[in-house]
């Protein structure tokens, strides 16, 4: 597994023109990966997850993937430094049962709505509506944590040791149908209480909309308490 660290030009016309629709975004991150098989979608040929973080001097682009990428086909501009493409293996390696982990995740935290007079339970899984409540998104979270084999350790003040944010809106379009996400970045620490079943999170994503900058998470030694 590969993990790309990419440095923007917010300048760039290219880079404006992919923020403004994720959909275009995701092609670029895909125009990486050329030796696509047809047979299979694009994304799960390559496991392409990404995230654009918020950096001091504008955006850093991450790309988590199964395939070395090739970042020269890029559009000219569209970087401000070479990409910096590591093995994801020493992440991979800090997931121990009962270890303390510090993660970021961002996320798109959903509920199902199901239509009037319907039975709960029955046939069908519901409209996705976002889950807007920091409680619900923690909640959200900890659902998946359950079934990612992970739990989020209790802070000082008893609570949950993850702080969850609102990051803007992701719009774009797709084949004429109209794509909105409402994000949420996950900042904290996690236990794991299966290696194999958070490893396979990590490689796969955590919830909906892994092609649209959601479902990376990002692993790191647990940091001092302030």
Request: charge should be positive.
């Amino acid at each position: 597994m590969f993990l790309s660290r990419l440095t923007v030009d917010v300048t760039s016309r290219n880079f404006r023109l992919d923020y403004a629709d994720v959909h275009q975004m995701h092609r670029t991150v895909m125009s990486a990966f050329p030796d696509l098989d047809a047979k299979r979608t694009a994304r799960a040929h390559c496991g392409a997850l990404w995230r654009l973080d918020e950096h001091e001097r504008g955006f850093v682009l991450l790309v988590q993937s199964r395939l070395e990428p090739k970042w020269a086909a890029l559009p000219a501009g569209y970087l401000t430094a070479p990409p910096d493409v590591r093995s994801l293996d020493p992440f991979l390696r800090l997931i121990a049962p009962g270890r303390k982990i510090s993660f970021r995740l961002v996320a798109n935290p959903t509920r199902a709505i199901h239509p009037p007079g319907s039975v709960p339970g029955t046939r069908g899984r519901g409209r996705p509506v976002p889950q807007r409540l920091p409680a619900k998104q923690v909640e959200w979270l900890a659902r998946k944590g359950e079934q990612h084999g992970f739990v989020l350790p209790v802070g000082r003040d008893g609570q949950a040791d993850v702080a969850p944010a609102p990051r803007p809106g992701l719009r774009g379009r797709s084949d004429g149908n109209t794509i909105t996400i409402e994000p949420v970045r996950f900042d904290g620490h996690l236990v794991p209480t299966d290696v194999e079943a958070l490893r396979a999170a990590v490689l796969a994503g955590i919830g909906r909309a892994k092609a649209y900058g959601c479902g990376l998470i990002s692993l790191g030694p647990a940091r001092e308490a302030g």
